[in-house]
Structures are given as structure tokens and as C-alpha cells.
């Protein structure tokens, strides 16, 4: 067995001497050291640690107060003359485990070693609840962490519908900053849900869980996806459940625009369609027909083929880009050639709708890197929307730059404009503004489009839009586009 390490501090010899034959004479596990004054005593628990120390009040040269301070995590035992209880209260607080009161006969002696084994249980014990107590807080800090840090929602309620955990997410989703706390009631963390929140009260109520959609509606309105599963206790009673809450806005969002999406498609066709197999109908069947209106018929059924046409390689556009399978051609491009090109299309469109069309072309502009396909799409569709989006007697600007390192495209109008809650969506696929009481047609996908090619480009729209005044679009190019080293030595290659 190891043996205990003593330090006895005392400055009596007798006593010294008393203390070393009892340790003989009972044979007691001691490995032990004596220190004949305050000073040395100082000195050994500065070099050494022990498993006890006892030590006398009076030390020559100062008193046990005086080694106080020295004794670090180590249980001591304080000895004492009669009449000095006062002492011996004040050593007690001052955290020693015991004292004993010397005696003429030094009967103290005889039941020092059985207090030297109470003191060294104690400070195991003490040792085994501080190590258990920094382990349950260790482990309630790994789970505060792992709680924080995941991104969906984590709610534990007990029986009584108390919260017993709460995450930072649980809370952001249910529309709080931080105000719940543990013990508040479920309801009362409900409280920003759609009906406070019943189909998830009456679906606990009735035990019926597993899964449930719960809409929120402040601070902003979301839908969130409710896990639940219920936890036992020891007993294998139910005890609480446990949630876990998702944000499924998005996904429900793109559900609906898929819906959406579909039934806009399936008229923008059909309309077409309609008017192609109507036409060309009639032509085939009335041979009377007089020249001149055949021809306006085919000029009918030629652009609606345009619009089916455009339609469909939108669509197409989209799928390949999502799918990742478009390529760009990346070469040294001027956008000025591109701007005219459109200029030259859309010109006699813009005048047909009675709108004026400017140029704004700065002399000089220096070239990007682009795939000039992709960029002419990009032109077209803001001027398309441009003109599709200012009423007659408008103004279309389509502008050209250079500004610091970039060279800025520009596609200004005089038209309806773009509400400032919508501002943020339009690049949304699919995503129009609800303009009720018009008619114009579109599918959402043009902007949707642009954003992902513009992108590409490296490149950054700045949108201005007042309802009623116009709206303008600039887009700015890196001049000296870095488009990463695989597609720059492509472009090099091309050139
Ligand atoms: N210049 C503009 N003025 C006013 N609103 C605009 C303008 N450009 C875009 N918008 C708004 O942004 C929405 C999205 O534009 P986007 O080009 O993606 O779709 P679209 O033109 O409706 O359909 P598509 O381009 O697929 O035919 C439009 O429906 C329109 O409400
Ligand atoms: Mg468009």
C-alpha cells in the first residue's frame, strides 16, 4: 500500500518525539516530515505536496496562520491548547478539517490517525463531486455548444408543457430574439403561430406525432417542418418530447412557383398555339382569302412561332444551366457591338409601341472577357423588359460606361416600374410582380436567366426602381475580367 504522506509541523520537540513513536509504535502507513518552525514549514510546501498536514498553533518563529496560505488543496489539522477555542473556530474557517485540543498527556496522539483517515475520505469524496460536478458541466457545455451551433430548431418541453431546452435557432424560427426561457410554457412560445400554434397542441394532446407543418406568421411569415418524438424516464414513463423545427419556406416556395411555373407555361403555349393552328387553319381552308390578309396572317403565326420558340429555349436555358451543362465561349468582347446589334432588333419594336429608344455609348470603352451569346441574351432580355414594361410615350436608354475597373452596362426606362418589396425577387426564377387589372406576358424565367450569366461573368447588378417614374438596371463587368485560370487560358487560346 502507498503510504500517506505527512507533514507535521511543530516546534516542541516532545511533541515531535510523541508524534515519531506513535507512528512506530502503531506502525502506522506514514511517510512523514517534520518541520520545527513556521519558516520551514513554508519552505517543504513550497518543494513538496503531501496528503496531510498537521500542525501546531505556536511555531517559534510565527503560527500556524502563517502556513495557511501555503497549504494548496490539501486537507491540515489543526492542534491546539486548551482555552484556545477561539483559535481553533478561526482555523476552521479558515478551511481546516479539524482541531484537536493538546493535552497534558498527549491522549490527542491516540486519535490523530483516525482523523487523518476521516480528513483524507473527506477530500476523496470532495475530490469525486468536484470531478463529477466539472464533468456534468463540461458535458451541459458540449450540449450548449452542439445545441447552438446546428441549424435546425431544438425544443424539449416536459410534461407539463414547460420548456425544458431551447435552442438559439428554435428561437429565431418561432419569431423570438432570445425572450424564451427555460420553464416558460410551449404556448406561450407559440404565440407567433398561426392559430397560436393548435395543430401542434391538439397533435400533443391527442399523442398523435410525428411530423407536422406549422406556419408562422411574425415577425415574417414561414413554414416550419415539426419533428417530435417523446422521451421516457427512467421508469419508462413518458417524460417531455423533443422537437426539432426546419425552415421549409423555401421548398414550399419553389413547390408553389413550380405549380405556378407549370400552369403559366401551359398558357403561354397554348395562347400561341391557338392563334398559329387558328390562322394557318383558315388560310388552308378559305383559298378566297385576299392577299394581302394572308399575309398578315403569316406575319401572325411567324411572330407567335417566335414568341413558342422563345419560350421553349427559356425553359431550355434555365434546365441547362441548373444542370450545369452550359459552356461559355469566353473571348475578348466589346459590349458595344452587342448593345447595337440589340439597338438594330429592338429598335423598330420599341417605335411600333411608340417609345423612344436612345443610345448612350461613352467612346472608347474597353473590351471584357465574354461569352458573346450569353451577353446578348443578357441584353435582350432587359431591353425586352424595358419595352414590355414602359407604356406608351416612354423612354428606353441603353447606356455604355467605364467606371473605376468596370465597365457598366446600362438599361434605363421611364416605365412602370418595380416595387421595392419585389426589388429583391425578380431574380427569382419564375418570379413576376402581381401587377393586377395588365396584361403582360412573361413566365418569370428572363431575369432569372441574366442573373446566372451575369454571374458568371463575374459580374454585379445595381438595380433603381420608383413605381410610376422607371426603373434602371447597371451592370457592371470587370474590365480586366480574371475569370480563373482554366477559362482564361481558353480565352487566350481563342484568340
Ligand atoms: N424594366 C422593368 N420595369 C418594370 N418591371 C420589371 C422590369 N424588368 C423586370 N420587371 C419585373 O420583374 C419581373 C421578372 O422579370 P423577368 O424578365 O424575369 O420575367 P418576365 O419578363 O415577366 O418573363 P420572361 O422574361 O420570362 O418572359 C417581371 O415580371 C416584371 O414584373
Ligand atoms: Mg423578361
Known amino acids: 500500500m502507498e ?15 510523541a508524534f515519531k513513536r506513535l507512528v512506530k509504535e502503531e506502525k502506522l502507513p506514514y511517510d512523514y516530515k517534520i518541520a520545527g518552525s513556521a519558516s520551514a514549514a513554508i519552505k517543504i510546501l513550497q518543494e513538496e505536496k503531501f496528503d496531510i498536514v498537521i500542525t501546531d498553533y505556536n511555531l517559534g518563529d510565527g503560527t500556524a496562520f502563517d502556513i495557511f496560505d501555503y497549504i494548496i488543496d490539501t486537507p491540515f489539522i489543526f492542534i491546539t491548547g ?4 477561539e483559535l481553533a473556530v478561526k482555523a476552521l474557517k479558515a478551511g481546516a478539517f479539524h482541531y484537536q485540543i493538546k493535552d497534558q498527556l498527549r491522549n490527542y496522539l491516540k486519535v490523530l490517525p483516525s482523523t487523518i483517515e476521516k480528513a483524507l475520505k473527506h477530500k476523496k469524496t470532495e475530490n469525486e463531486k468536484k470531478k463529477a460536478q466539472e464533468e456534468l458541466r463540461q458535458n451541459k457545455e458540449r450540449l450548449d455548444i452542439i445545441l447552438h451551433s446546428i441549424g435546425d430548431g431544438v425544443i424539449v418541453i416536459n410534461e407539463k408543457q414547460e420548456i425544458m431546452i431551447i435552442n438559439k435557432k428554435a428561437q429565431e424560427l418561432l419569431g423570438f430574439d432570445g425572450e424564451l426561457t427555460i420553464s416558460d410554457n410551449l404556448h406561450k412560445a407559440l404565440r407567433n403561430c398561426r392559430e397560436n400554434g393548435k395543430v401542434l397542441i391538439d397533435a400533443i394532446n391527442q399523442n ?12 415574417l ?4 417542418s415539426v419533428t417530435g418524438t417523446t422521451f421516457l424516464d427512467v421508469d419508462g414513463k413518458s417524460a417531455g418530447k423533443v422537437f426539432i423545427l426546419r425552415d421549409v419556406t423555401k421548398e ?24 398559329i393552328l387558328g390562322f394557318s387553319t383558315t388560310i388552308l381552308k378559305r383559298r378566297d382569302i385576299p392577299e394581302k390578309t394572308k399575309y398578315e396572317f403569316i406575319e401572325i403565326i411567324q411572330k ?19 444542370s450545369g451543362k452550359i ?9 458595344k457591338s452587342i448593345i447595337e446589334d440589340v439597338y438594330e432588333i429592338y429598335g423598330p419594336q420599341a417605335e411600333k409601341k411608340k417609345l423612344k429608344m436612345i443610345l448612350d455609348v461613352e467612346e472608347n470603352v474597353p473590351e471584357i472577357i465574354g461569352d458573346r451569346d450569353a451577353l446578348h441574351q443578357v441584353v435582350v432580355n432587359f431591353v425586352g423588359n424595358a419595352i414590355k414594361f414602359t407604356p406608351e410615350g416612354g423612354t428606353v436608354t441603353l447606356g455604355l460606361r467605364q467606371e473605376n475597373e468596370s465597365v457598366v452596362l446600362m438599361i434605363k426606362d421611364t416605365g412602370m416600374g418595380i416595387p421595392e418589396k419585389d426589388q429583391a425577387r425578380i431574380f427569382d426564377k419564375f418570379y413576376r410582380v402581381y401587377r393586377p387589372g395588365t396584361q403582360i406576358q412573361g413566365t418569370g424565367l428572363g431575369l432569372s436567366i441574366v442573373k446566372e450569366i451575369i454571374e458568371k461573368h463575374k459580374g454585379r447588378i445595381e438595380l433603381f426602381s420608383k413605381v410610376g417614374k422607371g426603373t434602371t438596371f447597371n451592370i457592371f463587368f470587370p474590365k480586366d475580367a480574371d475569370l480563373g485560370e482554366e477559362e482564361q487560358s481558353k480565352t487566350e487560346l481563342s484568340n
Open 208 to 219: 398523435e406525432f410525428s411530423k407536422l407543418e406549422l406556419e408562422v406568421d411574425f415577425p
Open 82 to 85: 486548551g482555552g484556545d477555542e
Open 304 to 322: 407567335e412561332s417566335k414568341r413558342l420558340s422563345r419560350l421553349i429555349e427559356d425553359v431550355l436555358s434555365i434546365s441547362k444551366i441548373e
Open 3 to 17: 503510504k500517506i504522506k505527512v507533514l507535521l509541523v511543530e516546534d516542541d520537540l516532545v511533541d515531535q518525539m
Open 252 to 275: 414550399k416556395e419553389i413547390d408553389r412557383m413550380k405549380t405556378d411555373f407549370v400552369s403559366s407555361v401551359s398558357h403561354e403555349l397554348r395562347t400561341p398555339l391557338t392563334s
Open 327 to 335: 459552356t461559355y465561349d469566353f473571348r475578348r468582347i466589346s459590349l
Open 221 to 224: 411569415p414561414r413554414v416550419l
